[in-house]
């Protein structure tokens, strides 16, 4: 069964960087599709990004006008979001969670990792 543990959040001034990770356990990444999302105090969840299984990145609003990043690395299991010029508005829980299919898929994300906070503030 796979297992997802997101890590690198934290406190963060506006203007500021974080590099927040994904690891799986349980199986290999390289097989899944990767999402990352967010959820804001009071709001819904919504996606930021997502990298397919071969690398293809699907842009999300959230992203951020170019302002955050996904990669990959399948040796390290691991996928990873990088995020520039946080403002408060990216306040919020940021999860990942994977499909064995492919980002945009009908059949949704049925694995979620437990969520890491990211906290942007002065």
């Known amino acids: 069964q796979l297992q997802l543990v997101e890590s690198g959040g934290g406190l963060v001034q506006p203007g500021g960087s974080l590099n927040v990770s994904c690891t799986a356990s349980g199986a290999t990444l390289d097989g899944y599709a990767i999402g990352w999302f967010r959820q804001a105090p009071g709001k819904e969840r919504e996606a930021v990004l997502c990298?397919?299984?071969?690398?293809?990145?699907?842009d999300y609003p959230a992203s951020a006008e170019g302002r955050f990043a996904i990669s990959r690395d399948n040796a390290k299991n691991t996928v990873y979001l990088q995020m520039n010029s946080l403002k408060a508005e990216d306040n919020g829980i940021y999860y990942c969670?994977?499909?064995?299919?492919?980002?945009?898929?009908?059949?949704?994300?049925?694995?979620w990792g437990q969520g890491t906070q990211v906290t942007v503030s002065s």
């Open positions: 990298i397919n299984r071969h690398g293809g990145v699907i």
């Open positions: 969670a994977a499909t064995y299919f492919f980002c945009g898929s009908p059949s949704g994300f049925p694995y």
